[in-house]
C-alpha cells in the first residue's frame, strides 16, 4: 500500500516537469494558433544544454537553468523570425509542417553529432525518506523549480505590462493590434517563451531520467496529451493536466509493464481529443482549426 | 469511360510501362532495387495525397497502415500459410476497415487537432503491437525462405514482387485520378477549401472524410504487404516507421499538393535525391537535414510545390495534366 502511495506521490512530482513542458506548447498555441512541432528538439536541446555545460564547463546542474532559459529564449525568438512569422495565420497545415521541418533538420543535426547513444546527467542530492521508501533528491527538486518557474509565468502574464499585452493578443489580435499593441513583437516574444519553457523542462527531464537525440518526440507526445487534457492555450490547465498525466503514470507503473504505460497515454490521448476538444479542465471553448 | 479519352490516362500508362520495361530489359537488377523504393513512395505519397492535398487534412501518420498492411500480409503467411495475393488483399480490406473504424473518430476533430491524433494513432498502435504476442512482440515475424517456393525461388519472387508493386503504383494513380475527377473528389476539394462552407452546401463531411481516410488506407496496406513479404522479416520499428511518414509529406508538397502528377514527379525526384545523398560521402548524415531544409522551403516560398512552379511558367500544361 505505501509502494502504491510513494508510487503516485513520485508520479505527482514528475507529472509536474511534464506540465512545464506542455506549458511551453499550450502557451505559443494560445497565442499565436500555431502547434509547435520543434517542442520536441527543443526539449532535446535543453537535455544537451545541461549535459554538455554541467560536463564539459563543470557548472553546478541546477545552475544551469537560467543560461538554458535565457539561450532557449534567444533560439526560440530566432526560430519565430526564421520559420513561424510568415506562416502566422495561414492554414495550420503550413504551421505544422514548418515547424515540423525545423524539427527534421535540428534532429538530423543532433544524430549527426552525437548518433543515438544514451547520455544521463550526474546529480548528487540527498533523497527524501517516507518509512521504506526514498524520493529521490532530483525528482523534489524539479519539482519545486517547476512551482517556482510556474509562478514566475505566472506573475508575468498576469501582473506585467507585456504579459498583459500577451494575453491581449491570445484574446484577439485584430483588437490588440488597434489599441498599440506591436503584435508582431509579442508573437515573437512569446514563442520565445514557450520554447524556452521546452528547453527548461528538458534539463528538468535530463536530471531525472537517461536520455538520447531522439528522446524529444515522446516528451512531445507526452506534451501533447497533457496539452489537450488542459486544453490548448491554457498554461494553468497544462500544469494540472500534468500533474494527472503524473498519477496516471505512478498508479499503472506498479501493475503492468512500462511500455504499456504508453499504449494508455495514447488512448487517453484520442479519447479525450475526440470527447472534449475544448480540454477536460479547458475554460476556452474549442477553436475550430 | 470517358477518362480514357484524356492524354493524362495514356501518360499514367506510360508512366507504368516505363518502370515495368525499364529494369527488365538487360534484367538491371539494381536499377529494379531503385524504382521499387520509388514506387513504394509514390503510392504512399499519393495515397496520401488525398488526404492532405484534396481533402486539406494533414495525416502524419499514414505510414500506419502500411505498416499494419505488412503484419496482416507477414502474419496471414507464416501462420496460416496462406498465398500472397489473398494474403495482401485480406490485409488491405481489413486495414481499410480498421482505418474506417479510427475514422470515425478521429475525423471529428480538425486542422492541428486532426494531426496530432494521426501521431497518437500510428504510435498507439506500434505500442500495441510491441507488446501484441501473436504477432512477435518486438522481435517482430521472420518469414522462412521456404514461402517463396511458389513464387519460383527467390529471384524470381523479387522480380514478381517488384512487377505487383508496379501495378499497386498505376492503381494508385489511377485511383488518385479517378478520385479528382469524380463528385466524390469536388466533395473533397470544397472541404479542404472551407468545411462549413461545403457542409451547407450539401456536401456529406462527416461520411466524405470518413471514405477518404479508410480509401486512402487500402493500396499503403497492400504495399506494406508486398514489401515486408519482400524483406522477409517485419518489426514494429520498421513497420511504423514515422520518418517513412514524413518523407511522404515531403514528397507531396515537394511534388505538389493536390495534383495527381505532383506526389508521383516529387516521388521520384525525392528517391533520386536519397539515392545521391546515402552514397555520398559528405551527406549521408545529413538525410533527414536536408529533407527538412526542402520542406522548409518548400513550404515558405512555394507552397504549390513543382507542380505550382510548372503551371506557373506553362499554363497551358493545365489542360493536360491533373
Known amino acids: ?289 | 469511360m470517358r477518362l480514357v479519352r484524356r492524354p493524362f490516362f495514356w501518360i499514367i500508362a506510360a508512366v507504368i510501362a516505363t518502370f515495368a520495361l525499364a529494369p527488365t530489359y538487360g534484367n538491371n537488377v539494381e536499377l529494379r532495387e531503385g524504382l521499387l523504393l520509388a514506387t513504394v513512395y509514390i503510392i504512399l505519397a499519393s495515397n496520401l495525397n488525398m488526404m492532405l492535398g484534396y481533402a486539406g487534412y494533414v495525416n502524419f501518420g499514414g505510414i500506419v497502415f502500411f505498416g499494419l498492411g505488412g503484419y496482416f500480409c507477414v502474419w496471414l503467411m507464416s501462420a496460416f500459410g496462406w498465398p500472397l495475393v489473398a494474403a495482401t488483399l485480406t490485409g488491405g480490406v481489413a486495414v481499410s476497415a480498421l482505418a474506417l473504424l479510427f475514422g470515425l473518430g478521429i475525423l471529428r476533430l480538425r486542422g492541428a487537432y486532426f494531426a496530432l491524433a494521426t501521431v497518437g494513432v500510428n504510435e498507439a498502435v506500434m505500442a500495441f503491437v510491441t507488446n501484441f504476442g501473436p504477432w512477435g512482440g518486438s522481435t517482430g515475424i521472420y518469414l522462412s525462405p521456404a514461402l517463396f517456393g511458389p513464387l519460383g525461388g527467390p529471384a524470381k519472387a523479387l522480380w514478381t514482387i517488384y512487377y505487383l508493386l508496379v501495378g499497386v503504383m498505376g492503381l494508385s494513380l489511377y485511383l488518385s485520378y479517378t478520385v479528382k475527377s469524380s463528385k466524390f473528389g469536388l466533395g473533397l476539394l470544397a472541404i479542404g477549401q472551407n468545411e462549413d462552407a461545403a457542409s451547407v452546401l450539401g456536401v456529406p463531411t462527416p461520411r466524405y472524410k470518413a471514405a477518404v481516410y479508410s480509401l486512402s488506407a487500402f493500396l499503403p496496406a497492400i504495399a506494406g504487404g508486398l514489401y515486408f513479404f519482400k524483406g522477409a522479416f517485419i518489426q514494429p520499428p520498421d513497420a511504423f516507421d514515422l520518418q517513412l511518414s514524413t518523407e511522404t509529406i515531403v514528397i507531396a508538397m515537394l511534388g505538389g499538393q493536390g495534383t495527381v502528377t505532383g506526389p508521383a514527379l516529387g516521388a521520384y525526384l525525392y528517391e533520386e535525391l536519397r539515392g545521391w545523398l546515402l552514397t555520398s560521402p559528405t551527406f549521408s548524415n545529413f538525410q533527414l537535414v536536408i529533407a527538412g531544409g526542402l520542406l522548409l522551403v518548400i513550404v515558405l516560398f512555394a507552397p504549390g510545390g513543382l507542380m505550382g512552379l510548372i503551371y506557373r511558367r506553362w499554363p497551358r500544361l493545365r489542360r493536360i495534366l491533373e
Open chain 1, 1 to 289: 500500500m505505501i509502494g502504491l502511495l510513494a508510487s503516485l506521490l513520485d508520479g505527482i512530482l514528475v507529472g509536474a516537469v511534464y506540465g512545464l513542458a506542455a506549458m511551453g506548447i499550450t502557451l505559443i498555441w494560445g497565442v499565436m494558433d500555431v502547434i509547435n512541432l520543434t517542442h520536441g528538439a527543443m526539449i532535446v536541446a535543453g537535455m544537451f544544454g545541461v549535459y554538455l555545460l554541467s560536463g564539459s564547463l563543470g557548472i553546478p546542474v541546477y545552475a544551469t537553468l537560467p543560461i538554458v532559459l535565457v539561450g532557449g529564449f534567444v533560439v526560440g525568438i530566432g526560430l519565430y523570425w526564421l520559420a513561424v512569422h510568415r506562416v502566422v495565420g495561414q492554414p495550420p497545415l503550413m504551421s505544422l509542417l514548418s515547424t515540423f521541418s525545423v524539427n527534421l533538420v535540428l534532429i538530423g543535426l543532433g544524430t549527426a553529432a552525437w548518433g543515438t547513444a544514451l547520455f544521463n546527467v550526474q546529480v548528487s542530492l540527498p533523497g527524501l525518506s517516507l518509512g521504506r521508501y526514498t524520493f529521490p533528491g532530483t525528482h523534489l527538486m524539479a519539482a519545486a523549480l517547476t512551482g517556482v518557474i510556474g509562478g514566475v509565468l505566472y506573475l508575468f502574464l498576469y501582473r506585467t505590462r507585456t504579459g498583459k499585452a500577451v494575453r491581449a493578443v491570445s484574446g484577439n489580435r485584430e483588437a490588440a493590434e488597434l489599441v498599440g499593441i506591436p503584435t508582431r513583437r509579442v508573437l515573437a516574444l512569446s514563442f520565445g517563451l514557450g520554447v524556452a519553457l521546452a528547453c527548461v523542462s528538458g534539463m528538468l527531464i535530463a536530471t531525472l531520467f537517461p536520455f538520447t537525440v531522439l528522446s524529444g518526440d515522446a516528451y512531445q507526445l507526452k506534451s501533447f496529451v497533457v496539452t489537450v487534457l488542459g486544453g490548448l492555450g491554457n498554461p494553468a490547465g497544462a500544469l494540472a493536466a500534468g500533474i494527472a498525466l503524473g498519477l496516471l503514470e505512478g498508479l499503472a507503473t506498479p501493475f503492468m509493464p512500462v511500455s504499456w504505460t504508453l499504449v494508455i497515454e495514447f488512448v487517453v490521448f484520442v479519447v479525450v481529443l475526440v470527447a472534449f476538444p475544448g480540454g477536460v479542465l479547458g475554460l476556452r471553448r474549442a477553436r475550430s482549426h
